[in-house]
Nanobody, 121 residues
């Protein structure tokens, strides 16, 4: 099982970036993104169920949009109005956890490599 993330980079505050993640080897009920800034724990960003229902952290709601293509076994994260506090390594993930735990990193067992997003002020 592999998840391959791409799309990170350097952007000015207020700018946009699009992250993409392609999974192979199996499909997942939940696909999502977490992020981890230096010295901080990995935190939930957004997730999407196979049904298409989406879930967001309060800090990104209204600015980030997650979507998935079940046929291509992929997930994307469109990030707009980026802020310096969005700077982090972003990790895509897939899992089959229950809905009540969709924001918990411990319920995901398949992770892609991090892709760095840096937002300058």
């Amino acid at each position: 099982v592999q998840l391959q993330a791409s799309g990170g980079g350097l952007v000015q505050a207020g700018g946009s970036l699009r992250l993409a993640c392609a999974a192979s080897g199996r499909t997942f009920i939940n696909m999502g993104w977490f992020r981890q800034a230096p010295g901080s724990e990995r935190e939930f960003v957004a997730a999407v169920r196979r049904s298409g229902h989406t879930y967001y952290a309060e800090s990104v709601k209204g600015r980030f949009t997650i979507s998935r293509d079940n046929a291509k076994n992929s997930v994307t994260l469109q990030m707009t109005n980026l802020k310096p506090e969005d700077t982090a390594d972003y990790y895509c993930t897939g899992g089959d956890g229950v809905l009540s735990a969709i924001r918990s990193a411990s319920t995901y067992h398949n992770w892609g490599q991090g892709t760095l997003v840096t937002v300058s002020s």
